[in-house]
């Protein structure tokens, strides 16, 4: 299988799943669908290095969400003026279990975002998303503590508050 | 906290997200990938180019404005001075050499230099080491040249590696403050520094990577403004975020829904359309002329094709062509002919009543 076909075949499996992280990530399909495609573009441009690596999917994820966090912080300046005039961010049709948890870490810093994702989606271990996010495994453990906490505060589900208690 | 439920929601969010994904293409993430690098290529060599072989000819400046500088009206250079021994920046240096800014980016320094050469001013970048890398520009300096002459200098090496990108250039000596603005950042504020020995003054500036810079401004010591550029209308300017209803949503809205797309309304302007299970994202970025194909070509943007009297440009993953003041963006690019069909609804729909 030639370099082109490897780079198209890989794109068709990866594409959808990391567009699913990314949601998760940002808040928004199309923002996300947009920071996969700008990483699967610098991927191509090296793919020969790339398609070498062990991972190469952790490459291109680590890139979107390094976008995904620039976009973040393009934004913060004037996200408050846009509150009340933007147009809420396009979401799937969802149930009201994933529509709260969407909102609920659309609510926590991109900070804490990347790693709760990273871990409770993709069960990486700590290390790994130390490595993925370019901090240490200190700070990851402590964005994780944080934004479970600050997650529990916000979803309603009973079980959550059962395990809380617990 | 149960991380197990924590676990099932968020696989359920991603799956949910991932089925209405809508791929680009692995065509479209391969040839923006390889444009870029072609571009890159292309800068550098040009700079190169630029920079080693005829920087003071005609067609050295020329391409060196190509490859910095947005279009400009009216930017009469004096006459072409004869060659002259190599200097810092490819032409001999007749007075001191200033180090305006120095810096290093990604191991690799960089310095921004000027000087006079004979009736010229050289001005540009050294990088790499020994600091023997880099190109520049020289030109006479007259009334007649406009007040601020903006550059944005290249993004990418050849190897593909992230490189500095600077807003940078000389401005009028009457200008002691220079403003870049930029699309969903705080504006830039440069003091512009003065020379003695020089008849301008400069302003130079790392840019963050993904910066969209959409005007600089110079103004004197009274706040008053010297000069202008509006860079809004290049196609590497994204749309600016504006109120709902004072964009060209409205007008981008009624040319979709006639070409028989379902429209909403997303974030910075942008209309998204569907039709068939196609959805298509289209948005406008703001221009008084048509911009040159040279100028596009320089963007990393071909010609696509030719509607009626309209030319349509691609980067490989979107379409655009002016109408109305407006370049007008369609992205994924449509087939042909319903490229013809927005071309022409483009040109019907009356920008100003729609909006």
Excluded at chain 1, 103 to 118: D, E, F, I, K, T
Excluded at chain 2, 29 to 37: D, E, I, P, T, V
């Amino acid at each position: 299988m030639g370099a082109g076909e490897e780079f198209e075949e890989f794109y068709g499996a990866a594409f959808g799943r990391l567009v699913g992280q990314l949601f998760l990530v940002t808040g928004d399909l199309h923002e996300a669908e947009d920071v996969v495609q700008e990483a699967f573009a610098r991927a191509a441009e090296r793919w020969s290095t790339i398609r070498t690596y062990d991972l190469p999917e952790a490459w291109i994820r680590r890139v979107a969400l390094n976008l995904a966090a620039s976009a973040a912080r393009r934004r913060r300046r004037w996200l408050a003026v846009r509150a009340r005039l933007a147009p809420p961010p396009e979401l799937p049709p969802a149930s009201d279990e994933v529509l709260e948890l969407v909102q609920a870490l659309g609510r926590l810093p991109m900070s804490q975002r990347q790693p709760l994702v990273l871990h409770y989606l993709l069960q990486l271990p700590t290390e790994q998303i130390a490595r993925e996010l370019g901090i240490s495994t200190g700070s990851v453990k402590s964005r994780l503590f944080r934004g479970r906490q600050a997650l529990a505060a916000q979803l309603t589900d009973p079980a959550w508050e059962v395990a809380d208690r617990g | 906290m149960d991380d197990r439920i924590l676990s099932e929601r968020m696989q359920m969010a991603a799956d949910l997200a991932a089925s209405y994904a809508r791929p680009p293409g692995a065509g479209a993430a391969r040839r923006s990938g390889r444009r870029r690098q072609v571009r890159a290529a292309g800068t550098v060599m040009l700079l190169l180019v630029v920079a080693l072989a005829a920087p003071l000819t005609p067609a050295g400046r020329a391409l060196w404005e190509r490859v910095t500088s947005p279009p400009s009206v009216g930017a009469p250079t004096g006459p072409t001075a004869p060659p002259v021994p190599a200097g810092p920046l490819g032409q001999r240096a007749t007075g001191p050499v200033h180090r305006i800014a120095r810096g290093t980016a990604d191991g690799r320094p960089w310095e921004y230099i000027a000087y006079r050469s004979g009736s010229q001013v050289c001005h540009g970048f050294r990088d790499g080491p020994g600091l023997s890398g880099g190109g520049g520009s020289c030109e006479r300096f007259t009334s007649q040249t406009e007040p601020i002459i903006f550059g944005a200098s290249a993004a990418r090496r050849m190897d593909g590696t992230a490189a500095p990108r600077f807003a940078d250039g000389p401005v009028t000596k009457a200008a002691v403050r220079v403003q870049i603005t930029l699309v969903g950042r705080a504006p830039i504020n440069l003091q512009a520094l003065d020379l003695p020995d020089l008849p301008v003054r400069f302003f130079v500036v790392e840019l963050p990577p993904t910066a969209v810079a959409t005007a600089v401004t110079a103004y004197d010591s009274a706040g008053r403004v010297v000069g202008h550029q509006d860079l809004t209308g290049l196609p590497t300017a994204r749309p600016e975020p504006q109120r709902i209803g004072d964009g060209d949503t409205g007008w981008l809205t009624a040319i979709l829904r006639r070409a028989g797309y379902q429209t909403t309304i997303g974030k910075h302007q942008v209309v998204t359309g569907t039709a068939s299970g196609h959805r298509v994202l289209a948005w406008t970025t703001r221009t008084s002329s048509a911009p040159s194909t040279s100028f596009l070509a320089g963007e990393g943007y071909d010609i696509r094709r030719r509607s009626g009297t309209t030319t349509v440009y691609t980067n490989g993953s979107r379409v655009g062509w002016w109408a109305q003041d407006r370049l007008l963006w369609i992205e994924p690019a449509p087939e042909p002919g319903e490229i013809d069909k927005l071309v022409d609804l483009s040109q019907r729909v009356d920008r100003v009543r729609a909006g």
